[in-house]
Each structure stands twice: as C-alpha cells, then as structure tokens.
C-alpha cells in the first residue's frame, strides 16, 4: 500500500468527543461534552480546571482506557478508539498516585518499564543510566522504590514515565510532593523534551503558576467543556488580566488625597490589610506612567517599600469563576476522578472570538504579559497511509477550534504471529519478574500455607479418632490438604492482591501500558503458581516422610497441578475484579474455602459424603484435581484420571476466560 508521511499532522486532534453515562436516577450526564481542540507535536499543552471538571475522563480517552460515546480522537496520528492498543506504545502516562513496580528497586522499575514499551535491552538499560543520571538517583537506584521519600518516589515514577522515549508524554500533577529544586528539574526536563526532541506533553496541574513557566498552551476546563483556550499571553489578555502595585508608606503614614487621585488617574487604589499600605491595580501597558508617578510624586523616600507583580496564568485562571451551578452540581472538592453528576454553566468569559486555530503553531500576537513561547518544529513520523474521514468539525464550542478538514490518520502495520508472540513473551517475562519480586514482601504469608499449613493437616488429620493411618486415608489426606493449600493461596492471596492493585490505583496504570490483558494475567497467575507448588509437594513428602507410604511423583503432576491452581487462581482474579474492598474480599475467599473444605471431597472419599455434598462435589474443580493427583501418586493412569484432566481444563479455560472478563482493563 502507499505510505504517506504525516510530518504536519498535530499531536492530538480531537474532534466533538462526547463521554456520556447514566447517573444514579437514569440521568444522562456528560463527563466531556462536545470537545474540539488539537494540540501541535512539540508543544506543551496545559489542561486546568477544578476537581470533576472532566480533565481525567479526557485524559483515559486520550490514552485509549475509556472509549467516547461519539466524536474521534487522534493520538499521534492514530484512531484512539480503533486502535488503543497501538496508540499506548506512543504515549507515556505519569497518574497522579497508582504506579506499579513500587515493590522493586528503582533502577529495575525504569529498565522493566522500558522493557514494556518495547525497548530492546541495550537501548532499555541505556536509557535507565540516562535518567538515573538526568534526575540525581545514582544513590538510590538500588534501594526499592517504596521505601524512598515521596519526592523521590516521584521522581522515579516520572522517570518511567520517559522510558521508551514516547511521542506524547500526559503529566498529571507532575510535581506533587517535591522540594523546589526538584520542582524545577521536572519543569527544566519538561521544557527539553519539547524543544529538543520534539515530545508533545499534556500537563494536567492544579500548580498554574509553576505551570506557566512551562506551557505554550492553555484549556481551561468546566462542567465538560472547555471553556478558555489560549496561550498564556492571549488569555491574559482576553480576561483583562491587571498588574498590580503594592506600597507601604514610610512609619505607617497614608497617602495624601493628591498622591491617591495621581495614582488613581492611572489605575485603582485600593487600602491594603495594614495601615500605610496600598494596592493599586493596572493594565500591564501601564506599569511605566505608574512607576513615573510612584517616583515623581509621591516620590520613593515617603515608601518604605513597593513591589510591581505582573500579571499571573494563576490569576488568570482564578478570574475564570463559573457561574452559579444547578441544584444538585458535584461539591468542588469531589476527586477529579469521578464523572460529574451534572452539567454545569460555562465560565465568563470565554475565548474571544478571532482567537488563533487551536492547532495553529505560529507566534501570537504580542500581549501586554510575558512573550509567549513557540512550539519547536514538528518531527518526523514514520511512513503513515492516509485514511480519509468524512467532512469537517460542526459547531466547535468557545476555546475549540474552527472547522477544518481532519488530519491524515495512520493505520498501524499489522503484526505478523511471530512479532505479536515475541512481544507477549517479553511482556510476560518482566511483569512475572516483577510480580516474583513482590514475594519479598510476602514470603511469611506463602511459608505459612506453601508448608506449616500442608504439615499441619497431614499430621492433624491423620490423628483423628483412633488414627487415619491406612493407605488410602493417608492418600486423601495427602492430596486433600495439597489442594486446600492450593485454595488458600490460590483464591485468597491472589483476590486480595489484585484488591490492593486497584485500591492503591496501578491497575490504570498497567493497562496504560502497551501490554496485552492476557499478559498481565498469565503473568500474575504463573508467579503465583510457582509460589503455591511447595504446598502440594509438601503434603506427599510428609506422608512418606512420617508415615513410610511410597508414594510416585508421576511426570502427569507437572499438568495436573497447574490445571487444578488454575481455576482456583482465576476464581481469586474474579473476585479480587469485582468486589472493591479488601476486608469483604477476605471474608468473601474465607467462606469459598470453608466450602471447598467441606463441600468437595479433598480429604474423605466421594462416596463418604451425603448426597446433597456429593451433587456439590461434581460441581468443584477441587474434586476433580484431588481425584487426580491420587491418581498421579498411585500411577493409577485410567479412563477415570483422563476425565478429571478433560474437566480441570475445561474448567481452566472457561474460569481464565471469565477472569479477563472480570479484569476492568479499559471502560465500555
């Protein structure tokens, strides 16, 4: 097919997206609504508003984790909603909390993260030194990244950020929690990006004024809807922005009627908070005649001291109130993670008409506030085929662009087998190192039910009454506590892990990644699988070992015991998905063991057990994985072990595929 290049096409373009969803009464309430802008490759792009404006919903559409209710969005020139997958391979997403890998050294977060971007391990571990260099971590490179201070947390959180060297980098909150030194690092890095190599940033902050030194561009969000749109200098001026003056008079004297009409001839003079103090407020363009009079006539020695302050992104942004809401409008503080509840009025003003195109790169007009910068010329993209989309942008809203024809959009190449199994494979060969190197912070856990648990059943169980020391009672007892072990860990530390991924937020995060879902799960279950096996082989070495029973470790146990976690792993990964609070999570996976203990029949014989347990038993993956690692054990390898192996993955494969289901990995 022919390629062509799109070296012109904008960063982002968006074009009428609408988020819309269903309140609690039926409502329909959209989160974005209506939004057209597009955003230059190479240009810091700034997006404020309050808490539940809608910045966040935009931001997981712009990373493809939430899909639009209508309208499009490009990310460097690919179709988001078509594409989402491919679009994270070219985006970088710094969240405000929830990164993975806090459970692992800092050097080994940067070099697996860039591993995950697709990274080859020379260019991986280069660019780790780059940035353990670049952001002043060489001392702490090997210590974990959870046991750093905040900022320096931080700064190893946006250090992953950068890894794979992505074309669109989206910040939210970037400097939370730093000293000011480092606060200026990230800014000073920020800036490089863009001009140097031509990286396109989203800033999402609520710092306006450290922000400003920083961004080219500015969209002012409220109630859905972006309601100012400009650069610093054209909003400045748009909003009537004023600079101000404040003077103290000398031993707390006032100013005499004359000196305050002279003054006031110029700008508004107002009393300041103590006595012989004045604030006197002016357009920027008049800070010269002001200063004149400050000089002249009231002349610097009756001033004990004044300050000029122009005018401020910050200001501005506070000038921007929203007018009185609708009954029933989400409460300012709400976390800027949760939709609004309703649609709220537009701030005053808006953009000015005749404002410059949203994704015009040339200098704005000069403006009475600071120069405003200029966007770096764009960088080259590969080859792109173009792919048309019908007409032009209807009714863009104020602050959003005028309409023009979309951009080329880039159809990503197809994926040969081989190039998409070597991707899953270095996927799941960092995120199961990384998962493995959690365990440091849980080996107790897995000692306890990975062996004492197993020992304990063994040598417990078979004491009951006058003694269970038979061969076929110490054979159940064998491979029932194995399996009970394998429940234990298996459903109940697995849910309670995937609770506290999304509690503590990085499950975002991972599925911001360009990783596939079955990756992320085959990894987390196989990590588990292994830290589990020594409860199964436990509980056989302890019959033979206490009881001299010869039992046969057959080669069929390398599948059975994997077919029989495998279910167990996965009922664990629906609930852990499904239900939101880790105590109730407990509670929920406590109760399902008691079941499996009671209901299957892992440590007595089926035909012990009454009716009503034994209809139940066929229906629990644990009896047929019982049945057959006593038949593994004994080298009984019959019609009846083949059966229990057919069901177990049957049933391996239903629960996994119900488990990716379960897993929220991006919103409908």
């Known amino acids: 097919m022919g390629m062509v290049k799109t070296d012109d096409g904008p960063a982002i373009e968006v074009r009428d ?16 609504d209506g939004l057209t ?40 020139g690919i179709d988001v909603v078509r594409h989402p997958e491919t679009v994270k391979s070219t985006v970088g997403f710094l969240p405000q909390r929830g990164l993975s890998m806090r459970l692992i050294e800092a050097r080994r977060a940067l070099h697996y993260t860039g ?185 610097v020695t009756r001033v004990d001291d004044f300050r000029f302050a122009r005018p401020t992104l910050e200001d501005v942004y506070l000038s921007l109130k929203p007018a009185p809401a609708a009954p ?24 000015a008409p005749g404002a410059p195109a949203d994704g015009d790169r040339r200098p704005a007009p000069a403006t009475p506030g600071p120069e405003p910068r200029t966007a770096p010329e764009p960088r080259a993209t590969p080859e792109t085929e173009t792919v048309p989309e019908p007409g032009t942008v209807p009714g863009a809203r104020a602050g959003s662009a005028p309409h023009r024809t979309a951009a080329p959009v880039r159809r990503p190449a197809r994926r040969g087998p081989r190039e998409r199994l070597a991707t899953f494979g270095t996927s799941f060969k960092y995120l199961w190192f990384e998962h493995m190197l959690i365990v440091r912070t849980s080996w107790h856990v897995h000692m306890v039910f990975g062996i004492f648990m197993p020992l304990t059943m063994v040598f417990g169980f078979s004491r009951i ?68 096996a020594p409860g199964l082989l436990t509980s056989l070495l302890a019959v033979e070992l206490l009881y001299d029973i010869r039992l046969t470790l057959s080669p069929t146990l390398l ?17 852990g998905s499904l239900i939101n609070k880790i105590e109730l999570i407990s509670i929920v996976t406590y109760m399902l063991n008691f079941l499996l203990l009671l209901g299957a029949p892992l440590l007595i014989p089926l035909e012990s057990l009454p009716p009503a347990l034994r209809i139940v038993s066929y229906l629990m ?13 004994t080298g009984d390898i019959d019609a009846r072990f083949a059966l229990d192996v057919a069901v177990l993955a049957v049933t391996s494969v239903v629960s996994l595929a119900v488990a990716d289901r379960a897993l929220r990995w991006r919103a409908s």
């Open 328 to 351: 029933g409008t989400p409460a300012p503080d709400a976390p800027d993670d949760a939709e609004p509840q309703t649609r709220t009025r537009e701030l005053v003003p808006a953009a």
């Open 115 to 299: 591993r995950l971007r697709g990274q080859s391990e020379a260019d991986a571990r280069r660019q780790t030194d780059e940035l353990i260099d670049e952001l002043g971590l060489g001392p702490y490179a090997d210590r974990q990244v959870e046991r750093l201070s905040g900022g320096l947390m931080r700064l190893v959180n946006f250090g992953m950020t950068l890894m794979g060297r992505p074309e669109l980098i989206v910040l939210d909150e970037p400097t939370n929690e730093l000293d000011p030194h480092n606060r200026r690092l990230i800014w000073d890095i920020v800036q490089r990006r863009a001009a140097e190599d031509g990286t396109t940033v989203v800033l999402v902050t609520h710092n306006v004024l450290e922000a400003e030194k920083a961004v080219h561009r500015v969209a002012v969000m409220h109630g859905g809807r972006i309601t100012a749109m400009g650069t610093p200098g054209e909003l400045k001026e748009q909003t009537g922005a004023q600079a101000r003056l404040e003077l103290f008079v000398r031993d707390g004297g006032t100013l005499t009627d004359e000196e305050t009409a002279r003054l006031g001839r110029i700008g508004v003079v107002t009393p300041g908070d103590r006595t012989g103090s004045y604030l006197v407020t002016a357009p920027p363009d008049r800070i010269q005649p002001l200063l004149e009079v400050l000089v002249t006539d009231v002349g």
């Open 17 to 32: 997206l609408v988020r819309a969803y269903r309140g609690r009464n039926g409502e329909l309430i959209r989160a974005n």
């Open 37 to 76: 802008f597009s955003v230059p490759r190479g240009q810091v792009f700034g997006l404020f508003g309050a808490n539940g404006a809608g910045k966040t919903t935009l931001v997981l559409q712009l990373l493809g984790l939430v899909r639009p209710t209508s309208g499009s969005v490009t990310v460097n």
């Open 621 to 633: 993956p644990t009896s047929y994985g019982a049945d057959a690692i006593r038949h593994s054990v």
């Open 465 to 532: 009454g006058s003694g269970l020391t038979d061969h076929t009672s110490l054979l159940y007892i064998a491979s029932g506590s194995g399996v009970f072990s394998i429940a234990a860990l298996g459903t109940t530390a697995i849910a309670q892990r995937i609770g506290a991924i999304k509690a503590e937020g990085s499950m975002m995060y991972y599925a911001s990644l360009p990783i596939s879902k079955i990756a992320f799960v085959t990894a987390f279950v196989a990590a588990r699988l292994l830290l589990i």
């Open 559 to 575: 599948f059975v015991y994997p077919l029989t976690a495998l279910p167990l792993a996965a009922l664990g990964l629906v609930i």
